[in-house]
């Protein structure tokens, strides 16, 4: 099993959509939790960390479930802009960083 | 600014040879990350360097792979007797605190 699992996708949703990616991690001790975003033939960028009381920038919603060991990413009123692959990535300790496989977005028209 | 570099963009080399890769990172970022990534798939991770040292090199798949970075700056990465299970993209990042990483644009690796 993956220490991060996450949807696998492809997810195919209008523009003006929202949509909700999911990701669960096995390691309890995990300390900290991102989203990093990934388009095509490109390098990931940092979209934004996740704590535990719920963050949210713009159109962007993240969530954490410590007990659960369950995140989630919302996207609201998706943009063709949006269709990249999001990754899910969690810190153990000290600066590994473990990245999950990433949800490809398709945003249409 | 400048951001995280890599050179070469692109790589050919014949089966059996040596490569290696470098990563120039943002100045002042004290950890510095390796990953490969195959096509359509994942981040793997290989090495990471704190300083000049690395606390984990789990990642790294085999014998043939080594890095090193001095100054606590530039990194590079060998990759003695290539194979062909060894073409993809090579990602460095740095980064400022944990969980920031900022990736370079990485170098295509492609072994005939």
Same mark, same amino acid.
């Given at each position: 099993? !993956?220490?991060v699992?996450?949807?696998?996708?492809p997810?195919?949703?209008?523009?003006?959509?929202?949509?909700?990616?999911n990701?669960?991690?096995?390691n309890?001790?995990?300390q900290?939790?991102?989203?990093?975003?990934q388009?095509?033939? !490109?390098?990931?960028?940092l979209?934004m960390?996740v704590?535990?009381?719920?963050?949210?920038d713009?159109?962007?919603?993240a969530?954490?479930?410590?007990?659960?060991?369950y995140?989630?990413?919302?996207?609201?009123d998706?943009?063709l802009?949006?269709s990249a692959t999001?990754?899910c990535?969690?810190?153990?300790?000290g600066? !590994?960083?473990?990245?999950?496989?990433?949800?490809e977005?398709?945003? !249409?028209? | 600014g400048?951001? #995280?570099?890599?050179?070469?963009?692109?790589k050919?080399?014949?089966?059996?040879?040596? #490569?290696?890769?470098?990563?120039?990172?943002?100045?002042g970022h004290t950890?510095? =990350?390796?990953?490969? +990534? $195959?096509?359509?798939?994942?981040?793997e991770f290989l090495? =990471?360097? +704190?300083?000049n040292?690395?606390p984990?090199?789990?990642?790294?798949?085999?014998d043939?792979?080594?890095?090193?970075r001095?100054?606590?700056s530039?990194?590079?990465?060998?990759?003695q007797r290539t194979?062909?299970?060894?073409s993809?993209? =090579?990602?460095?990042?740095?980064s400022? $605190?944990?969980?920031e990483? =900022?990736?370079?644009?990485?170098? $295509?690796?492609t072994v005939?």
């Amino acid at each position: 099993r !993956k220490e991060v699992e996450q949807d696998p996708g492809p997810f195919n949703v209008p523009e003006g959509a929202t949509v909700a990616f999911n990701c669960t991690y096995s390691n309890s001790a995990s300390q900290s939790f991102f989203w990093y975003r990934q388009d095509c033939r !490109k390098e990931p960028k940092l979209l934004m960390s996740v704590y535990s009381s719920g963050n949210e920038d713009g159109r962007f919603t993240a969530q954490l479930n410590r007990a659960s060991q369950y995140i989630s990413l919302l996207i609201r009123d998706s943009k063709l802009s949006d269709s990249a692959t999001y990754l899910c990535v969690v810190n153990r300790q000290g600066g !590994k960083l473990i990245f999950g496989q990433g949800t490809e977005l398709s945003v !249409k028209p | 600014g400048a951001g #995280v570099s890599q050179s070469p963009s692109n790589k050919v080399t014949e089966k059996g040879k040596d #490569v290696e890769l470098r990563c120039d990172p943002i100045s002042g970022h004290t950890a510095l =990350y390796w990953y490969r +990534q $195959r096509l359509g798939q994942g981040l793997e991770f290989l090495i =990471y360097f +704190q300083g000049n040292s690395a606390p984990d090199k789990s990642g790294l798949p085999s014998d043939r792979f080594s890095a090193e970075r001095t100054g606590e700056s530039v990194s590079t990465l060998t990759i003695q007797r290539t194979q062909q299970e060894d073409s993809a993209v =090579y990602l460095c990042a740095s980064s400022p $605190r944990t969980g920031e990483q =900022y990736f370079g644009p990485g170098t $295509r690796l492609t072994v005939t």
